[in-house]
C-alpha cells in the first residue's frame, strides 16, 4: 500500500491541461488493464476514476502504467501512440480538396482547391475531414477496436484528433450529429462509436451533439464489399429526421468513424438537407483516399 502516498504526491505535479481529458477515457480499461493491480488497488484506482479526473490520472499512472493505444508498449502518457505507431499513421494534412478533404500530391499554393473527383462527381454533403487514412497500418486497427466496444477508451484520443482535424468545420457548426445504427444493430452492440466520438468532440470544441437529430429507419447490410452503387442502393431510405425543428436552418457536421466511399454519410447528409438544414459537413476518424 505504499504506492498510495506516491499517487498523492503525483496529484501535485499534474496540472489540468487539455491532455488530461485523455486520462478520464484510459481509467475505463480498468478492466483489461494489465498491471500489478492487487485487487485493493484496482478497487481504489477505480474509486479515484469516478471521484476525480487529476487524482485519477495520477492513480493509473502507478498502478497501469501508460501504454501505446494500438501495441501497448510503454510510452510517456495515457491515450498516446508509441513511435513506431505513429510513424504508422497516415495523418491527412494540407494541402487536401476543399470539398473531399482528400490529400494533395502536391502543394499548388492555391486555396480552396477542388480535386477532379470532387467536381466530376460531387458529394451531398458540403465539405469532409479526416484525421488520417483508413488504409494505413494501425488506423484500421484503431477503428476496429472502437467499433466493437471493447475498447471504448478509445474514443477520447480519437475524438481529440477529430476536433483539431476539423477544427474549420467546427467553427462553424451549429449541431454535431453522430451517424445513428439501426436500432437492432445497436441492442446487438451495445455501443455507437459515431455518438461517443460525438460526445468527445462536442466537449472539445462547446458545441452540441444530438443523437436524436437522425434516425436509421431501416436496417442496412454491411457495405464491405459491395459496388459503389449498391453501396448507394443499401443506404438509401435508411435514414430519416424525426422533427424538422431541430436541424432546419443549422449548419451541422455529421460524424461518424469511417468514411469509405461516402454512400452512408451522402444518403445522411439528404434527409438533413431535406429537412431544412443550412449545410452538412461531414467529420470522420478515417476516411478511404483514393477509391472512394
Ligand atoms: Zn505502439
Known sequence: ??????????????????????????????????????PLLREWATHAWKHGGALASAALDVVFPPSCLVCRTAVAAHGALCPACWRGIGFIEKPYCERLGTPFAYDLGVPGLQSPEAIANPPVYHRARAVARFEDGPVRDLVHR????????????LGRWMARAGAELLAEADLLVPVPLHRHRLMWRQFNQAHALAQVVAHLS????????????KPTRPQVGLSRA????????????????????????????VLTSGATLNAAARVLLRAGA????????ARVVGAA
Open 1 to 38: 500500500m505504499r504506492l498510495l502516498p506516491q499517487a498523492r504526491d503525483l496529484v501535485v505535479k499534474t496540472s489540468s491541461t487539455p491532455e488530461n481529458l485523455t486520462y478520464a477515457g484510459v481509467m475505463t480499461d480498468v478492466s483489461s488493464a494489465t498491471g500489478p493491480a492487487t
Open 146 to 157: 472502437l467499433k466493437y466496444g471493447d475498447r471504448m477508451e478509445l474514443a477520447k484520443p
Open 206 to 217: 462547446g458545441k452540441t451533439a444530438d443523437p436524436f437529430a437522425l434516425k436509421r429507419i
Open 230 to 257: 449498391r453501396r448507394a442502393e443499401n443506404v438509401q431510405g435508411a435514414f430519416a429526421v424525426p422533427e424538422a425543428a431541430a436541424v432546419a436552418g443549422r449548419k451541422i457536421v455529421l460524424i461518424d468513424d
Open 278 to 285: 443550412a449545410r452538412v459537413d461531414v467529420l470522420v476518424f
